[in-house]
């Protein structure tokens, strides 16, 4: 932002994505003049930990297959025609790169899950999602009803500890709301980022 010269921004992020905006909005509340989350903020309330999601995801960083990565794929949609052969061949040929796959291993293989959890509990540093009632900006919580990855039990505290969040749950979706609920999340984002632009 420093570098394009930009003091401040609405910020979209998908997944991780959005644990990376939760985190800036928190920091540097300043930058951040609204926030949109794509599943995968806050912590599993009730349900399990690690999600299936995130357990096939963990298979197939550890051992890349493309049995595996379909395997993943089709637990992150509800519907699963959109896991269609072009997409499949192009996450595999991502795969196969072998830094793209020392990354995905670094982040996401069951050592490291297992590595982040060692370090969680040995730390005097609370989890990001406890202290989110310092996010100051407008967040808008969207999800996927459906979604095995990020279960929708998850942004229950997001919702009551950031001032003024707000949560819109797509039915007949998974994990990918901005690819299954496209139509959808564009207008309930697009409404969102817009309010209040016309009084100013």
Known sequence: MDALDISSAAMIGNSM??????????????RVSKLVTIG??????????????????????????????????????????????????????????PASHQSLEAMYGSKAFAAQQQMM???????????????QCPTLLTWGLDDR??????????LRLIPNAELHIFPNCGHWVMVEAKEAFERVTTEFLLRGSIER
């Open 149 to 158: 990855r990020c279960p929708p039990d998850m942004p229950m505290i997001p």
């Open 121 to 135: 509990s040995k730390s005097d540093v609370p989890p990001y999602w406890s202290m989110m009632h310092k996010v």
């Open 40 to 97: 995968g903020v806050g912590p599993n309330i009730f349900s399990q930990n690690p999600s299936e999601g995130t357990r096939l995801l963990q298979q197939f960083a550890d051992a890349p297959s493309r049995e595996g990565l379909v395997r993943w794929l089709e637990c992150m949609v509800f519907d699963p025609s959109v896991i269609t052969e072009e997409r499949i061949e192009e996450r595999w040929e991502t795969a196969n790169d």
């Open 17 to 30: 994505g959005g644990v990376v905006g939760v985190n800036v909005a928190m920091r540097h509340p300043e």
